[in-house]
């Protein structure tokens, strides 16, 4: 569908963001700064003024089973929250689903991994178990009809169908993110976006990881992160 953008919305919502998260980065670490600037996150996108028309509601889980991609500062708090908050049984399943989606994710391009349903290592009994530190692309996925995420679900290969987004939502979510991510990088962390289930793997099993991506350098070696295109902030 198409959406029209406030850009002198966007541009100060971005501002904000990005003055605010640039200072906390700064003073608190980049893991605690992400985590202020999460909860900022979802204060901006209930306060956009078309949030309730949205369908999304608890145990509406079609998007669960769509390709995400999240960048390593997600990773790792996923992971910190996972170890804090689940008995270690719900950690062993957790890390077999993840192995799992991860070796059948790892070798399809980005096309095909749009074409596949892949469940959500973190869905249970229709609910996100890790909802507080949830992915930016799940904060910012949406709907104001369901029937579109079902019929995606159902027809995977199907990519014409189009989503009923909420604009100002899509613009709140979208300039936030952006602006978060260009702190991080000016910042000289990685903001390149792994797909969920291979940066998790990553993360597990490569006991440097965290430490290589909080002195700037490329997290993971056994994947390579894509750079991130644009939508609401200009391109360098």
């Not at 953008?5 to 640039?22: C, H, K, N, P």
């Not at 980005?110 to 909802?131: A, H, N, Q, W």
């Not at 009809?145 to 290969?157: I, L, N, V």
């Amino acid at each position: 569908m198409e959406i029209e953008i406030d850009f002198v919305a966007v541009r100060r919502l971005t501002s904000r963001e990005y003055g605010q998260a640039r200072q906390e980065i700064a003073s608190l670490g980049i893991a605690a700064a992400f985590a202020q600037s999460q909860q900022r996150h979802d204060e901006r996108l209930a306060s956009a003024a078309d949030a309730p028309a949205l369908a999304c509601k608890a145990g509406c889980s079609w998007c669960c089973h769509f390709s995400v991609d999240v960048r390593a500062v997600e990773a790792f708090r996923i992971l910190d929250y996972v170890r804090e908050h689940f008995s270690l049984a719900e950690q062993e399943r957790v890390r077999q689903e993840i192995a799992k989606n991860s070796l059948e994710v790892a070798p399809l391009d980005d096309l095909e991994r749009m074409k596949r349903t892949v469940r959500c290592p973190f869905l249970v009994e229709g609910r996100c178990s890790i909802y507080p530190v949830r992915p930016q692309t799940c904060r910012n996925y949406h709907a104001t009809d369901a029937a579109g995420c079902q019929k995606s679900y159902e027809e995977p290969d199907n990519l014409d169908i189009d989503p009923e987004f909420a604009p100002l939502v899509y613009q709140a979510g979208g300039a936030h993110v952006e602006a978060f991510a260009r702190a991080m990088e000016d910042a000289g962390f990685d903001v390149t976006a792994y797909e969920l289930n291979v940066a998790l793997t990553a993360a597990m099993t490569e006991p440097a990881s965290r430490e290589r991506f909080e002195a700037g350098q490329a997290p993971f070696e056994s994947t390579q992160g894509d750079e991130v295109p644009s939508e609401f902030m200009e391109e360098r």
